[in-house]
Structures are given as structure tokens and as C-alpha cells.
């Protein structure tokens, strides 16, 4: 075997490696679109002029520096921004092709199919088998015992937590180390069967080796899944995602996206001056 | 000229000195005099009225002869008042703190209403006598009764309560609530499985605070009810009644030292009552902390 | 096909839990609203019984007649008397509490570790807890006797001095602990510059926290006063139930409250002038309160803000 030349780009990471998830079929449909949209939190404009879609079977990263507004992006796709009185928002979100914004949809409805996971691990104060089974419950689906327990172990199963607390689901949530714990929030929105996965920096404040077993969990569910992580984290979005965006605040601090296409071709080839200086960690 | 500045400079360095270390000396003075007062207050109580500490205290309806006089209806009428008055007050609480903090979160008119919570702390509690005796006994035709002090009284501690319940919301994390409605949670929902499990000790500890207070109430019940020599049990809640400290206060405007000796006896009880109540405060506490130990 | 089936049963569902949340959000709301309505029952019920009885006396006479005398077969109606014994009560009450409260505050924010503050703080809020009739009795029978009467020979059994000291030992703990909230709200750094520039710790104690926690510090006392005002017990059992109007501070005089309390011990019928006046009385005193429980409020939002 003669010596493989690899080459490597400013992050030293290998070519190879970059968005290495073969790309689901190019033609998966689109289910979450996202048109014109602006928040603004009391006067200040967060976020505005947000174009973007989201393809089934795919990861997409949204990166940019802290307080471009990529969470609150993240917010508004599962309206989650109503539940902060001096939110607005304008624009459009489609939903399978529904304005999740208009008048007739209820948030309720659109967050028990756009499921989320936070920053830091948020489990509930109950037993292991009782978060991830609160979903279901809330969402009033008629489930027998058995229905039930069938459904928290494939969560469990999915979120590559159940080999650690088969034999313990009685236990309480916060027995469990942060990396578990955050494996079980996402479970726990897995639970009730979403269409869309957002994760709002979920290994922020976690150590690398839970965060490599997220992010290995999270390329092994997204087949069935419509996944969209913000991170600030560059390398993360180079190892899990398939398409990035890249947010940006100009100069009135309005956050907007000023990249977005495949992920090898943001991290090897981005078109923005910005987008390189920051992906060379020039900025952020 | 120099060597007087600097004189000067050391005499005023010396008093900072001394006032520096006088100081905190001066300070726990006012700290002393305070406890020593509670203490006072207790060890009188204690030295006048110990001995008349008896069955027949609680046991027996009072008498104008003191060896065999007690308080039993002063008991059962606050039991009455004062349960009821809970009863009333702290599902009130409960629902006005949610609605405060769950459902309005921070809209103007949650900001009108409970601002409206606050003025209504500062009204004296003889003038919810006087209004309970106007509106209740005598508009509303409930008469000077057991129910008319019960509401009377459920008002007059609703805002005490109120804002411990508030308290007791607002110490539950955020992050529980937005991951509970991230699952499709109504704001019920959230409140119900996520939040209240949490908050009701902390709750419960506003509520006995509450009753607490309506126990040494005497004021309000003075006024609804008048100052009565009630010599049988309440039959309904459209008795009659008196409660222990308004017969406390009839003893105290007797002359004869049997009777103060009688109303220091009485007070006993009335002080052991609140401290086991209190003690039931601080135990809920406890529990409150083991399970804070979880998060 | 399961899919959709699925899909109409999260409808249904959620339909559900709609109602059930919508229910509750309602039932919560009114909840919210007995606390409003039931101030809007004291002032109109305060109001109208007062209307009643200021179609007999004139609102001339209530406020300037140096006589009070409605329980008596000559009647005169000036509030002045009542209005002098409560305010006499509570400034001696304030001259007590204003000044330990504040000390107490100043040592447990500035003096002492968390844990001597977990003990002493709940031992002084107890002097709040302790019934108003324990105090008047204490009053009446310890402190006048046995304290007062060996430092001022002529005091008269009851007297507004008693009433007073014994609502000041009230209302410490609310003077404490407004003044303590305000002292801790003072940000460290203030505290870190005063140090950096060779203060001692007496210094920062009353140059640095006190200044700076100084309309806290005002706001308490304020609704301290409103407190004193209100209280009922203390006054009518050691304070006396004669309604003249005197400066002298050894003598007994009856407050707002002592009134109020006085005719319901006694026998005011329904609809006499003698019921009205308890009404009459009422709304004047809430009036007072109300106006300095909204400085104190105003006050205490307004350093508030400023850190």
C-alpha cells in the first residue's frame, strides 16, 4: 500500500470526512420552509429576511457566532418564540406546505410534530421511563401498557440510551450523567414520533465524548427524520450535517443568513468572504 | 502647619478605628433587643399563666368563675373560621398565582390585577371586619356568623398567600416549562405534570403561613362578630362564634389577676399552636431542600 | 393510511386538551379577579355606609371638630382626637422600629455569615408573627407597670406610650427586612471600590451601603407607618377608649382602630349613626394608609430600578 495523500482544508480536518453521510437522495422532499421571515424581540430586530428550506432525511447545521439569531430561528419553526410575550414574528413558515404562523394552526398541534432539545439537558424531575414517556402522555395518544412501553424503548433505543437504563427506568432522570441525560431529552422528543428534529446547541455543554455519541445517534436516525441543529461549533456541523446555513449579524445587529448550500461545499469552497473568515475562525 | 494636618489626620483615624470596631457592637444591640423582647414577651406569658395550664382549659366553655372557666368554643369557632377560611383561600391562591405566572406571563392586564393583590396587602385588617360585618353579615344577609369570618378572613390572608404561591412558581426553571411545551404541552399540562408537582410544598408552607396569620387574628373577628360569651359548640356554619384570640382579649379587659392569669395560659396555647404550625413550615422545608438536592 | 389515522387521533386530542387548558386558563382568570373585586367591595361598602353617614354629620365638622363623642347621648363628630392618638402611637412606634430595624438590617446585610442570618433573621420576623393581642396584653400589663411606671411616676394605666413601643417591637421585622432587601440589592463592586480606596468595613457599612440603600431604607419605614396605623389590638387593650385630644403621650387616648374596635365590643345596632361611624371611621383610615402605601410602593420600585 502506497501512501494515501489526503488533503486537508483550514480546519485540518480531511475532505473525506466533511458531510461524509452520503447525501440522501437530492430530491427528498422539502418539509419545512421557511419565507421572509423577520422576529423581533419588543424593538429590536432579531432576525429578518430569513429564506431557507428543510429537506427530509437530511441535517442541516446552522452556524454563525453567538447572537446572530440562530436560535431564535431555531424558535420560530416550532413556535416556541409565543411563548415570549414581546416576540413578534412575520413572514412565513410552511409546514408540509401549511403556514404554521396562520390563524387556523394551533402551536400546540405544530411542537408535538416538530419536536426540540435545548442547550442544556432538561429532563424532567421524574423517573427515566416517565420522560420520555411524557410526550405521549401530554398528546393524549390511547396507548396500553404494553403500547407504551414498546414506544419508550424504541425512543430509548433510537436515542443509544437504552443498553444504559434498561434495567433502570424506575430511576430518576437526574441519575443519569449530563450526556445521558441530554441522550434522554432526545428520546424524549422522539417519543412522540416528529416529523422535524430541532437541537438547539445540544452538546454545548457537554464533554467530546458524549457529544461524538450525539452526533453518531443523530446520523444514524436521520433517515427518518428532518434534523436541524444550530451550533457554534464549525467542526460539529462539518461531521453531522449535509447542508449548512450560515447566519451572520450585519451591522445593526440584525442576524441574517448569508450562505447556505451543501456542507462540503460551505467548509471547502464558501462563496462569502465572511463565511470563510469565519469558518477560519477569523470571526466569532 | 503639616505636623498639626497630620495630627489632625491621626486623632480622626483613631475614632475611625474605634467606630470600626464599635460598630458591629452597636448593631447587635438592636439585634438583642429584639430577641430579647421575643423572649420577654414569652417568659412572662409562661411565668403568669403556666399554672392555669389544664384540661379544663381547652376542655370547658367559658365562665365568670376563672378556676373553672376555658375556651373549647374559642377552639372549636377558630378550628371552623379559620379552616374554612384556608379552604377558601388557598385554591384561590394557587389559581391566581398560575394565572400570574403560567398563563399571563407578564401581560398588562396580569400587571393591573396584581398590582391590585398588592394594594389589597396594604388595606389594615380591622377594615376587613369592618367591610365583612357592611357587606357580608349585613348586605349579603350571611349574618355575624362562623361563614362571614371565614370569608372575611380568606380575603385578609389571600394576598400573603398569593405572592408565596407566585414565589413558589417562579423558583421552578424555565427549562422545565419550555421542554414540556416543546412536546405539544398546553400551558395546563405544563402546569399540572411539570410545574405544581414541584411548587406545592412551597405552596402548602404559603398556605400555613396564612393560617398562622388568621389564628392570631382578633381584629376583624371583633368586628364581625362582636365580643360574645358563647357557651355552646358551633352546630353549623351559621353559628355564632368567637375565636381563641378575641377570648383572649375578653379575659385581658377583666380586672381580676385570675382572669390575666387565665388569658397568659390561654395565650400559651395560642403560641404553641402557631409554633407547631411553624414547625410544620420549616419540616416542608426540608422536604423542599431533599428534593432540591435532585436538581 | 395508520399515518393519517394517527394524525386525526393527535387532532381529536389536541382538540381536547384545548378545551380542558381553555377551562382552566378562564377559571384561573376569574380567580385573579377576587383579589381585585374584593378591594372594590371594601371602598364601595366603606362608601356608601360613609355617604350614609355624612348625611348626618357635615365632612366640615368630621375633619375639624376637636370633639368625638358619637357613643354618647351629646354626639360630636370630629375625627381629630382618633386621628391625633393614631398618629402619636405610630410615630412613637416608628421612633422605635425606624431605628432598630434599620440597625438590624445593617448588621445582618453587612455583619454576619449566612448562617448566624438563618438563625437571627426567622427569630426577628417572629416578632411579627406573635399575635397583635399577646402585645397588648403585654403592654398593659408588663410594660406600663413594671417599666414605665418606675421611669415616669404619673403615667396613667393606659397610655399612648405603651400602645406605641409595643407596635414599634410589631413592626421591626417590616422595617428589617425591606431595609435588608435594599442593602443586599447594593452590587458588590460598590462595595469592592470603597475597599480599594482604604475604607473599613464601618465605612462601607455607612458611607457606602447605607447611602445607597437610603430610599429602601425610606420606603420601609413608610409602610412601616401604614402598618402602625392599621393595627387594632395593641391600641384598644392598652392604648384605652377615651377619645380626647391630648399631646400627652401618658395619658390614654383612642385611636382610629380602638374606635372601631370599641363599638363592635359594644352594641352598635345596624343602620344607627353609631354603625355608620365605624364606616365613616374605616374609609378615613384606609384613605391614610392607602396614600402612604402607595409612596412606599413608588419609592421602593424607583430604587428598584436603578441597579
Known amino acids: ?284 | 502647619m503639616g505636623d498639626q494636618i497630620l495630627a489632625q489626620y491621626s486623632r480622626r483615624m483613631r475614632f475611625r478605628k474605634i467606630l470600626d470596631k464599635v460598630l458591629p457592637l452597636i448593631l447587635s444591640v438592636a439585634v438583642f433587643i429584639a430577641v430579647a423582647t421575643v423572649f420577654s414577651v414569652l417568659f412572662t406569658t409562661i411565668m403568669t399563666g403556666w399554672h392555669r395550664l389544664s384540661l379544663n382549659l381547652i376542655l370547658n366553655y367559658p365562665s365568670a368563675n376563672p378556676n373553672e372557666a376555658g375556651m373549647r368554643s374559642a377552639i372549636l369557632g377558630s378550628i371552623y373560621t379559620v379552616g374554612l377560611s384556608a379552604l377558601i383561600c388557598i385554591p384561590l391562591s394557587i389559581a391566581t398565582a398560575i394565572y400570574l405566572v403560567e398563563y399571563s406571563r407578564g401581560g398588562r392586564l396580569a400587571s393591573i390585577l396584581s398590582y391590585n393583590i398588592s394594594n389589597l396587602a396594604g388595606v389594615p385588617s380591622v377594615i376587613f371586619g369592618v367591610v365583612g360585618l357592611g357587606f357580608l353579615a349585613y348586605w349579603l344577609g350571611m349574618g355575624r356568623t362562623i361563614i362571614t369570618g371565614a370569608f372575611t378572613l380568606a380575603i385578609l390572608i389571600l394576598p400573603l398567600v398569593t405572592v408565596t404561591c407566585v414565589e413558589a412558581l417562579k423558583t421552578i426553571p424555565d427549562d422545565l416549562r419550555l421542554g414540556a411545551y416543546a412536546l405539544g404541552a398546553t400551558t395546563f399540562q405544563v402546569v399540572r405534570r411539570v410545574v405544581l408537582p414541584r411548587a406545592l410544598p412551597m405552596m402548602l408552607t404559603g398556605g400555613i403561613l396564612g393560617i398562622s396569620r388568621a389564628l392570631g387574628e382578633a381584629a376583624p373577628i371583633l368586628i364581625v362578630s362582636g365580643l360574645l360569651f358563647i357557651r355552646d359548640d358551633p352546630t353549623s356554619l351559621f353559628s355564632r362564634f368567637t375565636v381563641i384570640p378575641l377570648q383572649l382579649f375578653n379575659w385581658v379587659s377583666r380586672p381580676q389577676p385570675a382572669f390575666i392569669e387565665l388569658s397568659s395560659a390561654g395565650i400559651i396555647v395560642l403560641l404553641i399552636i402557631l409554633f407547631a404550625l411553624n414547625g410544620l413550615t420549616i419540616a416542608l422545608r426540608q422536604v423542599l431542600a431533599r428534593r432540591a438536592e435532585w436538581a | 393510511m395508520t399515518a393519517t389515522i394517527q394524525h386525526e387521533a393527535l387532532r381529536k386530542a389536541i382538540q381536547r386538551k384545548r378545551i380542558q387548558d381553555r377551562f382552566f386558563h378562564i377559571t384561573f382568570l376569574s380567580a385573579t379577579f377576587v383579589s381585585t373585586i374584593s378591594l372594590i367591595v371594601i371602598y364601595v361598602t366603606l362608601g356608601l355606609e360613609s355617604f350614609n353617614f355624612f348625611a348626618h354629620v357635615s365632612i366640615v365638622e368630621f375633619l375639624t371638630s376637636t370633639k368625638w363623642t358619637v357613643l354618647f347621648a351629646d354626639k360630636n363628630f370630629g375625627v381629630l382626637p382618633l386621628l391625633n392618638a393614631t398618629v402619636m402611637t405610630s410615630l412613637i412606634a416608628i421612633a422605635v422600629a425606624g431605628p432598630l430595624g434599620v440597625m438590624i438590617a445593617l448588621f445582618l446585610s453587612e455583619y454576619v455569615s449566612s448562617t448566624t442570618r438563618s438563625v437571627v433573621k426567622p427569630v426577628v420576623e417572629t416578632l411579627a408573627g406573635i399575635p397583635t393581642v399577646v402585645y397588648g396584653y403585654f403592654a398593659l400589663y408588663f410594660i406600663t407597670p413594671n417599666l414605665l411606671r418606675t421611669l415616669w411616676t404619673n403615667i396613667q394605666i393606659h397610655n399612648a406610650l405603651a400602645v406605641g413601643l409595643m407596635i414599634g417591637i410589631l413592626i421591626i421585622p417590616i422595617v428589617a427586612s425591606i431595609s435588608d432587601d435594599a442593602m443586599k440589592a447594593v452590587p458588590a463592586d460598590l462595595r469592592l471600590a470603597a475597599y480599594a480606596v482604604g475604607s473599613r468595613k464601618s465605612d462601607v457599612a455607612l458611607r457606602v451601603v447605607f447611602p445607597a440603600a437610603l430610599s429602601g431604607v425610606s420606603a420601609s419605614i413608610i409602610l412601616a407607618f401604614a402598618r402602625a396605623m392599621g393595627e387594632t389590638m395593641i391600641a384598644a387593650i392598652a392604648g384605652g377608649f377615651r377619645s380626647v385630644l391630648t399631646f400627652n403621650i401618658g395619658e390614654a387616648m383612642e385611636t382610629m382602630t380602638a374606635y372601631i374596635a370599641q363599638v363592635a365590643t359594644g352594641d352598635a345596632p345596624h343602620g344607627t349613626i353609631e354603625y355608620q361611624s365605624l364606616f365613616a371611621v374605616g374609609l378615613f383610615l384606609l384613605l391614610i394608609t392607602a396614600v402612604l402605601n402607595y409612596i412606599g410602593i413608588k419609592v421602593v420600585k424607583r430604587w428598584a430600578i436603578r441597579y
Open chain 1, 1 to 284: 500500500m502506497g501512501v494515501k495523500i489526503e488533503s486537508y482544508n483550514k480546519l485540518g480536518l480531511r475532505y473525506s470526512e466533511i458531510g461524509k453521510n452520503e447525501m440522501s437522495e437530492s430530491s427528498a422532499p422539502e418539509v419545512v420552509r421557511v419565507e421572509a421571515l423577520r422576529v423581533v424581540y419588543g424593538s429590536k430586530i432579531a432576525i429578518d429576511d430569513i429564506n431557507i428550506s428543510f429537506k427530509r432525511s437530511n441535517i442541516t447545521a446552522i452556524i454563525g457566532p453567538s447572537g446572530c439569531g440562530k436560535s431564535t430561528l431555531l424558535r420560530s419553526i416550532n413556535r416556541m418564540n409565543d411563548l415570549i410575550p414581546a416576540a413578534s414574528v412575520s413572514g412565513r413558515v410552511y409546514f408540509n406546505g401549511v403556514d404554521i404562523y396562520s390563524k387556523d394552526v394551533d402551536p400546540v398541534y405544530i411542537r408535538s410534530r416538530i419536536g426540540m432539545v435545548f442547550q442544556r439537558p432538561n429532563p424532567f424531575p421524574f423517573s427515566i421511563f416517565d420522560n420520555v414517556a411524557f410526550g405521549l402522555r401530554v398528546n393524549g395518544f390511547k396507548l396500553t401498557k404494553d403500547e407504551l412501553y414498546n414506544k419508550v424503548k424504541d425512543a430509548l433505543v433510537k436515542a443509544a440510551l437504552w443498553d444504559e437504563v434498561k434495567d433502570r427506568l424506575d430511576n430518576h432522570a437526574y441519575s443519569l450523567s449530563g450526556g445521558q441525560q441530554q441522550r434522554l431529552c432526545i428520546a424524549r422528543a422522539l417519543a412522540v414520533d416528529p416529523e422535524v428534529l430541532l437541537l438547539d446547541e445540544p452538546t454545548v455543554s457537554l464533554d467530546p465524548i458524549s457529544t461524538a455519541r450525539i452526533e453518531s445517534l443523530l446520523r444514524s436516525i436521520k433517515d427518518e427524520y428532518t434534523i436541524i441543529i444550530v451550533t457554534h461549533n464549525m467542526l460539529q456541523a462539518a461531521r453531522v450535517s449535509d447542508y449548512t446555513a450560515v447566519m451572520m449579524p450585519d451591522d445593526d445587529m440584525v442576524g441574517r443568513i448569508i450562505e447556505f448550500g451543501e456542507t462540503r461545499g460551505i467548509f471547502t469552497n464558501p462563496r462569502d468572504k465572511r463565511t470563510e473568515d469565519y469558518i477560519s475562525g477569523r470571526i466569532g
